[in-house]
C-alpha cells in the first residue's frame, strides 16, 4: 500500500464513522440526563404512595418538583422520551442502568437482590435449548404505532411432536403515574392449524415467565410456529415506558414421549399476575425442566382453563 493510500485511509474511516453516528437534537435529553430524570422521577412515584394524604396529589407534586429540579416541562419530557425509544436499543440499555441504580439504593436500604436470570447458561442445542434469536431487548411507549412487539419463530427439524416451551424476559415500567399495565400472548401453531396458547397480564417490574405445554391431542402432532406478542394500552394522558429484556425461548423435547406416547398431559396453574407454569405429575418427570420448576410448586396454585382458538387460516400447503 502506497504512503498516500495509507495517509487517506484513516481519513475516510472517520468520515464513514460521523456519517453513521446519529446527531441527537438539542432540545432531546443526553442519555446520563434522561437516566437521571427518569429514577428521580421513580423515587418521587414512590415516596408519592408512602406519604399521607391523597396519593395522586402527592404523584403530581413531587413529578413536578422533579421536573422543575431539572428544569424540563411535561413535554420536553416526552419528547426526549419519544426520541430514545426510536433508538429501543439505548433506550433498553437506559432503562437497564436506571434499575440497576435504584436496585442499589434499595440494597443500600436492607433491600435483598433478586435473583439473577436462571436460563443464561442455555444453548441452543440439546434436549433443553434456548431457540430466542432476535432482539435482546425491546421498548414500548404507549401511542398507536411504538405499543406492541410481536415475533414468530418457524419450527424445523430440530423441533419435535410434544414439544413444551418457556417465554421468559425480564420486565421494567417507567411512568407518569405508576398505572402499569402490559399484556403478553404466547402461542403454538401445529401443522393441522390448530393453536395453543395462553394471555398474562403483567403490572409490575419482575422476571415473567410462561410456560405453555403441548396437550395430549397434539402430541403427535408436528409444531409450524411458535408465537408470541407483547403490548401496552395506549394512554390518554401521561407518558408511560415499558421495557422487556434478556428474552429467553426454552425449548423442552418431551423425553417420556420416547416411551410412552400417551403420557397424560400436565396441568396448566396460574401463579400470582406474573407467570404461567406446568406443575409436573408423576408421569411427566423425564421433561427436562427449568432450574425454578421446584420452587414454583406452590400449594396457592390453581387451576385455569386453557381455551383453544379456532384455526386463523386455511391450510393451503401442498402434502
Request: hydrophobic share 35%; aromatic share 10%; with cysteine.
Amino acid at each position: 500500500m502506497s504512503s498516500s493510500l495509507k495517509r487517506f485511509c484513516p481519513f475516510v474511516f472517520l468520515l464513514l464513522t460521523f456519517a453513521c453516528t446519529p446527531n441527537r437534537p438539542s432540545y432531546v435529553l443526553s442519555e446520563d440526563q434522561l437516566e437521571d430524570v427518569l429514577i428521580d422521577y421513580q423515587l418521587a412515584l414512590a415516596m408519592a404512595e408512602v406519604q399521607s394524604g391523597d396519593m395522586q396529589e402527592n404523584r403530581y407534586v413531587l413529578t413536578q418538583s422533579v421536573l422543575k429540579k431539572h428544569g424540563l416541562t411535561e413535554a420536553d419530557l416526552d419528547t426526549s422520551l419519544l426520541y430514545w425509544c426510536r433508538h429501543s436499543e439505548k433506550m433498553v440499555k437506559i432503562c437497564d442502568r436506571v434499575t440497576e441504580r435504584i436496585t442499589y439504593m434499595a440494597e443500600t436500604q436492607g433491600v435483598e437482590r433478586q435473583e439473577k436470570n436462571p436460563y443464561s447458561f442455555l444453548t441452543n442445542e440439546g434436549d433443553t435449548a434456548n431457540v430466542w434469536n432476535f432482539r435482546e431487548g425491546v421498548v414500548l411507549i404507549p401511542n398507536i404505532v411504538d405499543n406492541i412487539y410481536s415475533f414468530s419463530i418457524d419450527a424445523d427439524s430440530t423441533y419435535r411432536p410434544g414439544d413444551n416451551f418457556l417465554w421468559a424476559f425480564k420486565t421494567q415500567f417507567l411512568s407518569s403515574d405508576n398505572d402499569n399495565e402490559a399484556y403478553a400472548l404466547f402461542s403454538v401453531q401445529f401443522e393441522n392449524d390448530s393453536i395453543v396458547g395462553t394471555s398474562l397480564r403483567i403490572s409490575s417490574n419482575k422476571q415473567v415467565e410462561i410456560r405453555l405445554n403441548c396437550p395430549v391431542k397434539y402430541q403427535a402432532t408436528p409444531i409450524r410456529s411458535i408465537n408470541g406478542t407483547i403490548y401496552i394500552p395506549i394512554r390518554d394522558s401521561g407518558f408511560g415506558v415499558f421495557s422487556a429484556g434478556k428474552f429467553v425461548l426454552v425449548r423442552y423435547h418431551n423425553l417420556s414421549l420416547d416411551t410412552n406416547p400417551n403420557v397424560e398431559q400436565a396441568k396448566m396453574v396460574e401463579v400470582s399476575d406474573s407467570s404461567v407454569v406446568t406443575k409436573p405429575s408423576s408421569d411427566t418427570l423425564r421433561v427436562r425442566q427449568n432450574p425454578y420448576d421446584i420452587k414454583n410448586e406452590q400449594s396457592d396454585e390453581r387451576t385455569i382453563k386453557i381455551v383453544r382458538d379456532k384455526p386463523i387460516r386455511v391450510n393451503t400447503r401442498r402434502r
